[in-house]
């Protein structure tokens, strides 16, 4: 069975400076998807950026990007130029090519501090 | 934004009673997912419908069934409501393109319904 961990219950970071959230998984999968979803007091998941198992290149949105380490089964998330509506709880998830549904990981709690 | 809206926010039930909860999926979207998220944890996969039929489950007992309807609207039905029901139910809509496509458009979350069973 597919697994997601995060170690990180919660990181904080000053604004505008750099923030890496860590993320492993478990799969014996050669072909499927890795997220990293933000959920902010409203609750509503947000997706932040996503990462095809097949592609080399890690992907890259804004201030946001991946560094995906598919041999260490790592996923982490970087943050850059950090603001403060970026304080939320985020989400490291994984599927399947073959369907919709989403393992999660627990979750990291990020602060910004002004 | 998203086009994606639960109903109610809130709710509150007494262990034993049954509770529906409804689910408006985006414009164009035929698949609906529902997760439960216990306070301080990760989402937990229920089922899944794609064309009103239910096409995926995960490790919940039966008395979590649900339904799609034509408009691919969803509603999540639990019965015998236990204490530890208490979450945040999530619903998700999203793209199933034709049978050879490939799964490649993501999931659209809305707001949650807070469910408390006391």
């Known amino acids: 069975a597919q697994t997601v961990t995060q170690s990180q219950p919660e990181m904080s970071v000053q604004e505008a400076e750099t923030v890496t959230l860590s993320c492993t998984y478990d799969?014996?999968?050669?072909?499927?998807?890795l997220f990293w979803y933000k959920q902010p007091p409203s609750r509503q998941m947000i997706l932040v950026i996503r990462q095809e198992a097949y592609k080399q290149q890690n992907a890259t949105e804004n201030r946001f990007s991946v560094n995906f380490q598919k041999a260490a089964k790592s996923f982490s998330l970087k943050i850059s130029d950090s603001q403060l509506g970026d304080a939320a709880m985020y989400f490291c998830?994984?599927?399947?090519?073959?369907?919709?549904?989403?393992?999660w990981g627990a979750g990291t709690k990020l602060i910004i501090k002004p | 934004e998203t086009g994606v809206t639960q109903s109610p926010t809130h709710l509150i039930k007494t262990r034993g009673q049954q509770v529906t909860l409804r689910c408006s999926s985006q414009s164009g979207h035929n698949t609906v997912s529902w997760y439960q998220q216990a306070l301080g944890q990760g989402p937990q996969f229920i089922f899944q419908?794609?064309?009103?039929?239910?096409?995926g489950r995960g490790n919940f007992p039966p008395r979590f069934s649900g339904l799609q309807f034509p408009n691919y609207s969803s509603e999540l039905n639990v019965n015998a409501l236990e204490l530890d029901d208490s979450a945040l139910y999530l619903c998700?809509?999203?793209?199933?393109?034709?049978?050879?496509?490939?799964?490649?458009?993501?999931?659209?979350f809305g707001q949650g319904t807070r469910l408390t069973v006391v």
């Open positions: 998700a809509s999203s793209s199933y393109p034709p049978p050879s496509g490939v799964m490649n458009t993501e999931a659209f």
């Open positions: 799969t014996s999968e050669s072909d499927y998807y």
């Open positions: 998830a994984y599927r399947r090519n073959s369907n919709y549904q989403l393992i």
């Open positions: 419908y794609y064309r009103e039929e239910e096409n």
